[in-house]
């Protein structure tokens, strides 16, 4: 129980919050070329 009253909580939560920005970052969409896309495609 004394390593939970020690822990540094605002750090922990700081860097959750660090975390769960870098998550949603992934998440939105990247612009990307349609070659990219469907390289297989011809016209």
Do not use: C, H, T
């Not at 990307?32 to 390289?39: L, N, S």
């Amino acid at each position: 129980m004394r390593e939970i009253d020690e822990m540094d909580m605002l750090g922990f939560l700081r860097i959750r919050s660090w975390k769960a920005r870098q998550d949603q970052a992934r998440q939105e969409p990247v612009p990307r070329y349609i070659d990219e896309v469907w390289p297989n495609l011809k016209p």
